[in-house]
């Protein structure tokens, strides 16, 4: 019997998923993409546009566990960080809050207030579609850059664990994001007790509405839709961090609200969120459709005003901008 999809994603729109197979141990996730090598692996659905159509084939990645720092791709990422963290592990404190699997950090290599968890991965282990192994890949085998890897490139790879390097103590890493710092009153680059890092990190993000909570609306979304650009020159007034590509990031948000999109615009059930630009929200109702007319809406709009062509974060299954 058909499933339905869309519950099981932050965005809550897809349709349904002709066969679902929920594996809650590693064996039985090698084993289902074995038997179905072009399924669909969805993991907490937090970063992901389903199409209204539906999927043939999904595989729900389930499985669960810690084992020294080595942690299974179903376990929930944020539980992970609070569990790391209790146990005396710092590193990842920054990146609190945000949602989906730890099996999913690797492939978006997710970062936020001035971290990427590229940073503290020891190394991935993957099931190789092609190959049709189990294969242990190093920091540097999995091609991290900004929020992207070698598993986002390509769908060759299934992640089933990831092994962190952390190390033990109580202060945090070096604060490296001003609005983090201000908050906690340090100066930037210095750092802080590892656990209110963490509590200032989630009260940010809830107050941007990236933080999942059935009381904010604005939450039901995959977080920011499009990635800070990188370009040769920032546009005059522009927020800008140099790259080590050698070029700039700018700010995304700034491009958007530049370029006539202020909070909450969008009349229909999608629209941007009313805290800020960043996210594309599911205001009930909408569909796959819904949402990526809003993105390519915001994003045309960028592109005809400062010539800067924005790129979407979360994958967008059966369909592109």
């Given at each position: 019997m058909p499933t339905p999809l869309?519950?099981?994603?932050?965005?809550?729109?897809?349709?349904?998923?002709?066969?679902?197979?929920?594996?809650?141990?590693?064996?039985?996730?090698?084993?289902?993409?074995?038997?179905?090598?072009?399924?669909?692996?969805?993991g907490g659905g937090s970063?992901?546009?389903?199409?209204?159509?539906?999927?043939?084939?999904?595989?729900?990645?389930?499985?669960?566990?810690?084992?020294?720092?080595?942690?299974?791709?179903?376990?929930?990422?944020?539980?992970?960080?609070?569990?790391?963290?209790?146990?005396?592990?710092?590193?990842?404190?920054?990146?609190?809050?945000?949602?989906?699997?730890?099996?999913?950090?690797?492939?978006?290599?997710i970062g936020a207030y001035g971290a990427e968890v590229a940073g503290c991965i020891r190394s991935v282990r993957a099931y190789d579609r092609v190959a049709r192994t189990v294969a242990e890949l190093t920091a540097a085998d999995c091609g991290f850059s900004y929020r992207t890897s070698a598993f986002k490139a390509v769908r060759?790879?299934?992640v089933l664990a990831v092994t962190f390097d952390l190390v033990r103590g109580t202060q945090s890493a070096p604060v490296r994001y001003a609005e983090l710092a201000g908050l906690l009153d340090v100066p930037l680059g210095s750092s802080a007790p590892a656990d209110e890092?963490?509590?200032?990190?989630?009260?940010?993000?809830?107050?941007?509405?990236?933080?999942?909570?059935?009381?904010?609306?604005?939450?039901?979304?995959?977080?920011?839709?499009?990635?800070?650009?990188?370009?040769?020159?920032?546009?005059?007034?522009?927020?800008?961090?140099?790259?080590p590509s050698g070029r700039v990031k700018v700010s995304e948000a700034w491009l958007i609200e530049q370029s006539g999109f202020p909070k909450g615009w969008g009349s229909g059930p999608a629209g941007l969120s009313t805290k800020h630009t960043l996210a594309v929200v599911n205001r009930g109702g909408a569909t796959a459709a819904d949402v990526l007319a809003c993105a390519r809406e915001v994003r045309s709009g960028v592109q005809q005003r400062f010539g800067i062509t924005l790129e979407n974060e979360p994958l967008i299954v059966g369909d592109s901008l």
């Open positions: 869309a519950p099981l994603t932050t965005l809550r729109v897809g349709g349904p998923a002709e066969e679902l197979w929920e594996c809650t141990t590693e064996a039985a996730l090698v084993e289902a993409v074995r038997e179905a090598p072009d399924a669909l692996v969805l970063n992901v546009v389903l199409p209204d159509d539906g999927v043939p084939q999904v595989v729900l990645v389930r499985n669960r566990g810690l084992q020294k720092l080595t942690v299974q791709a179903g376990e929930d990422w944020d539980a992970f960080v609070a569990a790391s963290l209790a146990e005396g592990y710092v590193g990842l404190e920054a990146l609190s809050g945000i949602p989906g699997t730890v099996g999913a950090s690797p492939i978006q290599n060759r790879w299934v890092v963490r509590a200032a990190v989630l009260e940010l993000r809830a107050g941007k509405g990236m933080v999942l909570s059935p009381d904010d609306p604005d939450s039901v979304s995959v977080g920011s839709f499009f990635t800070n650009p990188l370009v040769r020159e920032a546009p005059a007034g522009a927020p800008s961090w140099p790259d």
